[in-house]
């Protein structure tokens, strides 16, 4: 009951930076965590941020101090600020949802970010 759609990946600059956002339909209050994966090919995915409805955050070592995670006052959008971007990375980014009653996780569709010179 939950939808999500990324937007705005694309090509950047090694040392830019670039926002992706996700925004969720359906029933968005019933989402407490909402998170940012990425996935580089032939890798895993992994997570890379993720926001409570508490507003309590989580980052990843290796973006710590570079990325930033904010939800808007409906809960219904969440963003991911990224700077001072590396090649390591480019990935496809997506946008996690979950839900605990009923206990359900959601994914959007993907948006690329490429950071290359």
């Known amino acids: 009951q939950v939808q999500l759609v990324e937007s705005g990946g694309g090509l950047v600059q090694p040392g830019g930076s670039l926002r992706v956002s996700c925004g969720a339909s359906g029933s968005p209050s019933s989402i407490y965590v909402m998170a940012w994966y990425r996935q580089a090919p032939g890798k895993q995915r992994e997570l890379v941020a993720d926001m409570t409805s508490g507003g309590s955050r989580y980052y990843a070592d290796s973006v710590k101090g570079r990325f930033s995670i904010s939800r808007d006052n409906a809960k219904n959008t969440v963003h991911l600020q990224m700077n001072s971007l590396k090649p390591e990375d480019t990935a496809v980014y997506f946008c996690?949802?979950?839900?605990?009653?009923?206990?359900?996780?959601?994914w959007g569709q993907g948006t690329q970010v490429t950071v290359s010179s």
């Open positions: 996690n949802a979950r839900t605990e009653v009923p206990r359900r996780q959601y």
